[in-house]
């Protein structure tokens, strides 16, 4: 009987160029959330549920998006230099959404407080303009 065994079975079948065993990429302290993607979609989240508290009637038939950049190709009629947001209004069958573009906004936000009170401000602003009304009837912190 052959005393060798198979690599498979190995312990040390992970084990590459000898470098040790692969371990996740993430530690046990430190949860996928924590990265900013991560972080920016738990604040976007926690606005929507805010929002949402106060507004069922307008935040239910929107739906929320939130991408990494505005697209390259601007639109003709979009007089905006740097979006932050961009809101469309239901047409076709398809509701109305509210697309958040994370890069922008952290990078022009200073620290984590102030991400938030952006985030506050451009869902508020969305809403008022797909819904024509004033801001501050939405949210009267808006824009403080």
């Given at each position: ?41 738990t604040m976007v ?21 939130v991408e990494d ?8 009629w979009d007089n ?65």
């Amino acid at each position: 009987m052959n005393s060798a065994r198979t690599p498979w079975t190995q312990g040390s079948y992970r084990d590459l160029h000898g470098r040790g065993v692969r371990r996740p990429t993430f530690g046990s302290r430190l949860p996928r959330s924590r990265t900013n993607a991560g972080l920016f979609d738990t604040m976007v989240a926690s606005q929507i549920k805010r929002l949402g508290m106060a507004w069922p009637q307008l935040v239910g038939p929107v739906q929320f998006a939130v991408e990494d950049v505005p697209p390259s190709d601007p639109l003709p009629w979009d007089n905006e230099p740097c979006a932050l947001s961009r809101s469309f209004a239901p047409s076709h069958g398809v509701d109305a959404r509210i697309v958040l573009y994370r890069l922008p906004m952290q990078t022009k936000a200073h620290s984590r407080y102030e991400l938030e009170l952006m985030i506050r401000d451009e869902m508020v602003l969305r809403l008022s303009e797909l819904y024509g009304r004033h801001p501050e009837d939405i949210d009267p912190s808006w824009g403080a």
